[in-house]
Structure formats: structure tokens, C-alpha cells
């Protein structure tokens, strides 16, 4: 196997200075006490210090018993730790509304801040997109968010909030080798705003690892003594996308994290130039 290390000290570096670190694990695949505990037990193991969660994934307080009883096993602290949620805000969100759901994550969480928070997707108009960020970039000023972010924003969207005195600092959206916006890409690089990437394998129901089963990506793989899943996530990380692999299989977790090889520049043409699958994603419409 190409990688023996966890890639955990990489990080990107977010424009008001704060460091993410450039593989997380999303975690809306867990709920109950006991697989949280067992998930976090193995991310944890494997290296990952980035947890992703969302108010909506209903795993918020179980992720608080796990944290607090692992961080101790692994010597580590709160501050260790990169957490990230989510927030889903109706088209009229306030000031005190976007408090008041933060103010419940943090309890669930059983911290006092958050490393990263993220408007969940886009609702309303242009205007009311626009008074939800002013809102929550008075919330981020309160000084219990070190960072702030959309999802699932394109570029037309960003530019709506990018004349305000913080714009989104990460922009995390659905991207891998057979769906990537590379305008969405250009602005974001220009805006100096993180691109993090879900699905970064184009598994958006699980079921389908199509992308597995590219000639591109099982060549490389063979080339760089490597799997089929850490060719995606390479490629993403050597454009400076983060990723969020999802995992519950501690195999495949350490797998994900263990990247420590490099795809070479005619090779990351190669992967560039995958078609995109818009009917991978029409069907799912
Ligand atoms: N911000 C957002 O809006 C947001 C964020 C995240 C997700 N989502 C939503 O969630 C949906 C699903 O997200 P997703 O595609 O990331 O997760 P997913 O559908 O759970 O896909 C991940 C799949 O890849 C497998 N896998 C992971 N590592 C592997 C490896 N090394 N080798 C082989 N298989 C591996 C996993 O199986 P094992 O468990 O067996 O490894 C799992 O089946 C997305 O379409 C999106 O709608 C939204």
C-alpha cells in the first residue's frame, strides 16, 4: 500500500487564519449511543480529528457521551478536535433565532464552541439569503464560532453574499471526479474560500461505487500501489478541496486518511477530464 500515515497534520488554512484540518469524517451515518461511541472510538484510532456534524443528523448529544469518555483514552482535549455543524435556516432567520439553535448545538455537543459553522442549504430569496448571513456573521462575532460557511452554495449564490464584511469562509458541497463545478471551483479560489467535499467518491446512495469501476481510477490505483477509494481523495486534496469521506468500516476509515502519496500532474489531468455523470444524478431526482 502507497500510504502508511495518517495525512491528520495536513490543514487548510481558512481566511480569517483558522486551520481545518483537509480530511474530516462525516458522521450523519451514526445516531445511537452505541455506534456514535464505536465510530468516534475507531476516527479517533485512525487519525481524524475533523467531525462533521449537522443539528439534523439527531447525533449531536451521542457525539458529546462519546468525545467524553474517548478524548481521555487518546490523551486528547477539546481543542484537539475540529468540530463543524450545521444549521438549517428557514428563509427569515434572525440574529436571536440562529443564538438560539447554536446555543442548543453547543449544550448537545457539551462545548462552547464550534469550530466551524454552517448554514445547511440555501433557502428563501436573494434577499432573505442575504439578512440570514448578515445574522450569521453577528452570531460568528460573538466569539462562539472560530469559523463560518454554506453548503451546497453555487457560484451565483456566493456572489450574493460576497459583499458582506465576512463571507462564507468554506463552502462545502458535492464534489469528486464526476461532479465537480470547476466555475464554482475558480470563484471559490479567487474568494479565497474553502471548497469541502462531500461524497467525494460520487456515492450518493451508497449503494452505487460506479466510480470505482472506472478504467481511470483502477489504473491509477494499480499505479500508485494504492485503492480506488484514495485515488478521489487524493485528487481533491491536491487541488486543495477537503474531504469528508464517509465510513463506518475502520478499514476503510484508516484507508481514507492514509494518503500519503502524490498523483502526478498529467495523472490529475487524466482524472480531470472524467466526464461528469449527470445522469448518475438525474436519476436521482
Ligand atoms: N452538507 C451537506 O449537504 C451534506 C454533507 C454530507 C452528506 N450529504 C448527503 O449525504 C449523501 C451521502 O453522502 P456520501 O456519498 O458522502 O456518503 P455515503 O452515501 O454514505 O457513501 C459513502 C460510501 O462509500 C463507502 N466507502 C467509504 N470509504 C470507502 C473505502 N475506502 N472503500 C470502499 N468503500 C468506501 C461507504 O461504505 P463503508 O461504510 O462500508 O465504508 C459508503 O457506502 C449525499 O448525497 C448528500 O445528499 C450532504
Redesign the pocket.
Known amino acids: 500500500m502507497a500510504s502508511n500515515q495518517p495525512v491528520m497534520s495536513q490543514k487548510m488554512r481558512l481566511y480569517n487564519g483558522v486551520e481545518m484540518p483537509a480530511v474530516g469524517i462525516?458522521t450523519?451515518?451514526v445516531r445511537l449511543d452505541e455506534e456514535v461511541h464505536m465510530f468516534v472510538d475507531n476516527a479517533l484510532s485512525a487519525g481524524y480529528r475533523l467531525f462533521?456534524t449537522?443539528a439534523m443528523y439527531g447525533n449531536e448529544v451521542a457525539l458529546n457521551r462519546a468525545f467524553e469518555k474517548l478524548l481521555p483514552k487518546y490523551n486528547l482535549k477539546r481543542s484537539d478536535l475540529f468540530i463543524t455543524s450545521?444549521i438549517v435556516t428557514r428563509s427569515r432567520a434572525s440574529y436571536t433565532g440562529i443564538k438560539r439553535v447554536l446555543e442548543k448545538t453547543l449544550k448537545n455537543l457539551g462545548t462552547d464552541y464550534l469550530d466551524l459553522y454552517?448554514i445547511?442549504?440555501p433557502t428563501g430569496n436573494t434577499s432573505s439569503r442575504k439578512r440570514t448571513w448578515a445574522a450569521m456573521q453577528a452570531v460568528y462575532e460573538d466569539g462562539n464560532i472560530s469559523a463560518i460557511g454554506v453548503?451546497?452554495h453555487s457560484k451565483e449564490l456566493l456572489r450574493q453574499l460576497a459583499s458582506s464584511n465576512s463571507p462564507p469562509m468554506v463552502n462545502?458541497?458535492?464534489w469528486n471526479p464526476l461532479m465537480h463545478d470547476e466555475q464554482l471551483y475558480a470563484y471559490c479560489k479567487r474568494h479565497d474560500m474553502v471548497l469541502q467535499a462531500?461524497?467525494?467518491?460520487?456515492?450518493?446512495?451508497?449503494?452505487d461505487?460506479k466510480l470505482?469501476h472506472y478504467p481511470v481510477i483502477r489504473g491509477l490505483a494499480s499505479k500508485y500501489d494504492a485503492?480506488?477509494?484514495?485515488i478521489p481523495l487524493k485528487w481533491s486534496l491536491q487541488r486543495q478541496v477537503a474531504v469528508?469521506?464517509?465510513?463506518?468500516?475502520p478499514?476503510?476509515?484508516k484507508?481514507?486518511i492514509n494518503l500519503n502519496f502524490r498523483i502526478s500532474t498529467r495523472d490529475m489531468d487524466l482524472i480531470d477530464a472524467i466526464a461528469p455523470d449527470y445522469d448518475q444524478y438525474e436519476s436521482r431526482v
Open positions: 462525516n450523519y451515518r462533521d449537522a450545521k454552517l445547511n442549504y453548503c451546497n462545502q458541497v458535492e462531500y461524497s467525494p467518491f460520487g456515492t450518493p446512495f451508497a449503494s461505487k470505482f485503492t480506488v477509494a484514495q469528508l469521506p464517509v465510513s463506518t468500516d478499514a476503510h476509515m484507508e481514507n
